[in-house]
């Protein structure tokens, strides 16, 4: 079932999610080829099929960074569309493609591609991103991701017994660390006001804020509500 914007249906388009209108599919690919990274982001391929030898989301999908370089260079907007679909989500964002001879970012162009499909709000951006929520409001909140205090006995069972024993002496634990500023259990380390701040004035000129609210409005209006409040605190207006 094509999972595009309901809106751009269409009965008579071409194969490769044919309910979808055309024109529409080809705004999109527009889009992605408009943003200024991209003309350092592909070169032509030379089908040497590097990128797909280090690419570790290749061993487990039936997934190739080389189909994503191929599809944009043909500018082939049918299959760009569909790979906005399906495959930019199971990319690990490790760049290990980087090692292309030719000079291409298969990772980079996936960025690009993922970030024209969230603006669109394409339904299967929602879906990918909707287990981030936790991380996203951890990250845009504390500024680091993930905590010491999730490692608990019940998520993660597979860690056997320690994991018991290390949640339970936590602060213990933390507070022999040498580095001041991973004294702490709510966050990964400590990070100051100051650079929360700048962080947050960062999100939302660049519109990383707009971005969460096309996914997720619920997240967007928590974190919105709690830079509002540390900017107010801090007497900068928006």
């Not at 408009?34 to 030379?46: F, K, L, T, V």
Request: glycine share 6%; charged share 25%.
């Amino acid at each position: 079932m094509p999972t595009a914007t309901p809106a751009h249906y269409k009965n008579d388009s071409p194969a490769g999610f044919p309910d979808v209108d055309p024109g529409y599919k080809h705004r999109l690919f527009e889009q992605v080829m408009a943003d200024h990274r991209m003309p350092d982001y592909i070169y032509g391929c030379y089908e040497c099929g590097i990128c797909v030898a280090v690419c570790p989301s290749a061993r487990f999908y039936d997934f190739s960074p080389r189909r994503i370089a191929q599809a944009v260079a043909r500018q082939d907007f049918e299959l760009v569309f569909q790979q906005m679909q399906e495959d930019i989500w199971e990319c690990s964002q490790c760049f290990s493609c980087l090692r292309c001879p030719r000079g291409n970012n298969p990772g980079g162009i996936i960025t690009v591609m993922r970030e024209v499909a969230i603006n669109e709000g394409l339904a299967t951006a929602k879906q990918a991103l909707e287990g981030y929520s936790r991380i996203i409001y951890k990250i845009m909140s504390t500024g680091t991701q993930v905590s010491p205090d999730m490692l608990q006995p019940d998520a993660f069972p597979d860690w056997g017994p320690e994991v018991k024993d290390v949640s339970v002496n936590l602060d213990l634990w933390r507070r022999a660390l040498p580095p001041e500023t991973h004294h702490t259990t709510s966050t990964g380390w400590s990070v100051s006001e100051r650079t929360l701040i700048e962080l947050y004035l960062i999100w939302m000129q660049t519109g990383a804020l707009s971005m969460i609210k096309d996914v997720d409005e619920g997240l967007h209006m928590i974190l919105e509500e709690v830079m509002e409040e540390r900017l107010e605190e801090e007497g900068i207006e928006i």
